[in-house]
């Protein structure tokens, strides 16, 4: 099995953002990516320019990080085309690596915006290169820019950045500088296309947390009255841990609990929304083991969150009585 390494440039409405196409905010310029083979050594390349078609004039922003000369794509080829040769370029056995998340999102929003039969397998497993770097030199959550790993790691700086194939090369060049197992147990799950039924629903445990991801729901009550998602599991012994604080809505929107496992201790839930394409919502639900110092930050959000509740029902009360 080869690794196809992505990095994707695109372009977006130069206008105000009532002028998008809500259906392709972002459309892909450049398709940009080197194939390793298993020892991570760069056996091959693909790139090619795309003309723009949904928002032929290029936004300022783009225009400067990229340095485009707009004549290379006003007679580069389309979309369709590229994709076509790019798909047949990685071949039926590969595993896709990418700087960040976001890329094999937007390739498959413009595959189905042109509705191009999506080549990839469900569920999308890949490796995101960005998070792994994270997770095996820094703190496993800060997210630095491709330049900074290559700076960190005393790669040579020969190309330029902000180029889809430079890119895909410099995120290759920090692949041989991690370990292979860091990468291979790290692997991320892509969310564009959500499980359909409760059969698909994903469920992966990683070393320190698990990963659930749901079907589509009408609406985030409906979700949270399935017990498969609100259910808390240890990640290690598998053992329904005991919830001292049931689910409750956090400061960002996003669901919150503190459980407790007999033999593992304290473990954080936190369940995202996320929108399907057809208006509808499906869940990642992400439970990790925590100290007793975090565990007791959720107990004061908790609070937090119900005096803010509190609060606002006296003021609601106290405008109702007055209009009254």
Same mark, same amino acid.
């Given at each position: 099995m080869n690794f196809i390494v992505l990095d994707l440039e695109w372009n977006q409405s130069p206008d105000k953002k009532e002028h998008e196409n809500p259906h392709l905010p972002?459309?892909?310029?450049?398709?940009?990516?080197?194939?390793?083979d298993q020892d991570f050594n760069?056996?091959?390349?693909?790139?090619?320019?795309?003309r723009p078609v949904i928002y032929p004039e290029i936004h300022y922003k783009i225009q400067e990080i990229i340095q485009i000369n707009? $004549?290379? !794509?006003?007679?580069?080829?389309?979309?369709?085309?590229?994709?076509?040769?790019?798909?047949?370029?990685?071949?039926? =056995? &590969?595993?896709f690596c990418t700087w960040g998340p976001c890329d094999l999102t937007e390739l498959q929003r413009n595959?189905?915006?042109?509705?191009?039969?999506s080549p990839f397998r469900f569920p999308l497993f890949f490796y995101?290169?960005?998070?792994?770097?994270?997770?095996?030199?820094?703190?496993?959550?800060?997210?630095?820019?491709?330049?900074?790993?290559?700076?960190?790691?005393?790669?040579?700086?020969?190309?330029?950045?902000?180029?889809?194939?430079?890119? $895909?090369? !410099?995120?290759?060049?920090?692949?041989r500088h991690l370990v292979r197992e860091e990468i291979f147990k790290n692997y991320s799950? =892509? &969310?564009?296309?959500?499980?359909?039924?409760?059969?698909?629903?994903?469920?992966?445990?990683?070393e320190t947390y698990s990963k659930y991801i749901s079907k589509p729901f009408d609406s985030r009550l409906d979700a949270m009255q399935d017990n498969n998602l609100t259910a808390v599991p240890c990640h290690l012994c598998q053992k329904n841990a005991h919830q001292e604080i049931a689910w409750f809505v956090g400061p960002s929107k996003s669901y919150y609990c503190l459980a407790k496992c007999k033999e593992h201790g304290y473990l954080?839930?936190?369940?995202?929304?996320?929108?399907?394409?057809?208006?509808?919502?499906?869940?990642?639900?992400?439970?990790?083991?925590?100290?007793?110092?975090t565990a007791l930050k959720i107990r004061e959000m908790q609070?937090?969150?119900?005096?803010?509740?509190?609060?606002k029902h006296r003021e609601e009360t106290i405008v109702s009585h007055n209009f009254h």
């Open positions: 972002f459309e892909i310029i450049q398709i940009g990516a080197v194939k390793l760069i056996i091959d390349q693909f790139f090619e320019r795309i707009y $004549a290379d !794509y006003k007679n580069a080829r389309s979309f369709p085309e590229v994709a076509e040769d790019f798909f047949s370029w990685c071949g039926p =056995d &590969c595993f595959l189905k915006y042109y509705q191009i039969k995101d290169i960005q998070k792994i770097f994270s997770i095996v030199y820094e703190d496993r959550k800060t997210r630095r820019n491709l330049e900074f790993a290559v700076d960190f790691l005393l790669i040579s700086k020969d190309r330029h950045f902000h180029d889809a194939l430079c890119d $895909a090369f !410099y995120t290759g060049m920090v692949m799950i =892509d &969310c564009y296309q959500p499980p359909a039924t409760d059969s698909e629903q994903i469920y992966a445990v990683y954080k839930g936190k369940i995202r929304f996320k929108k399907t394409d057809d208006g509808k919502i499906f869940c990642i639900r992400i439970l990790k083991q925590v100290s007793p110092e609070k937090m969150m119900r005096e803010k509740k509190q609060l």
